[in-house]
């Protein structure tokens, strides 16, 4: 069972930068990808970025202002956020989905919560 555990959180002002950091328990590498989302109260989970095993990155809805990215040899991902804004406020949880027969399996951190004031 794939351990995620997810840091970095806390209250920042508007304008400002935060970075989490999300340690998985075992290799990343055996992960087909790993992502940051984020949930607002009252809603579902919402993909921020993403990096899959080959390296390559996604950003659906952040482009510019976030920044994904791994370290191998510490089984670490990271989210930089700069240029923050108050829509920003969220949970913002780690992801490791996993390939098994038929399908995929998505691991979960316990999210960081990430305050943005304006």
């Known amino acids: 069972q794939v351990q995620l555990v997810e840091s970095g959180g806390g209250l920042v002002q508007a304008g400002g930068s935060l970075r989490l950091s999300c340690a998985a328990s075992?290799?990343?590498?055996?992960?087909?990808?790993m992502a940051w989302y984020r949930q607002f109260p009252g809603a579902e989970r919402e993909l921020v970025a993403a990096?899959?095993?080959?390296?390559?990155t996604n950003y659906p809805r952040v482009s510019g202002r976030f920044a994904i990215s791994r370290d191998i040899a510490k089984n670490t991902i990271y989210l930089q956020m700069d240029s923050l804004r108050p829509e920003d406020t969220a949970v913002y949880y780690c992801?490791?989905?996993?390939?098994?027969?038929?399908?995929?399996?998505?691991?979960w951190g316990q999210g960081t919560q990430v305050t943005v004031s304006s």
């Open positions: 992801n490791g989905r996993t390939a098994q027969a038929g399908g995929f399996v998505d691991h």
């Open positions: 990096i899959a095993r080959t390296g390559k």
């Open positions: 075992g290799s990343i590498l055996s992960m087909n990808s």
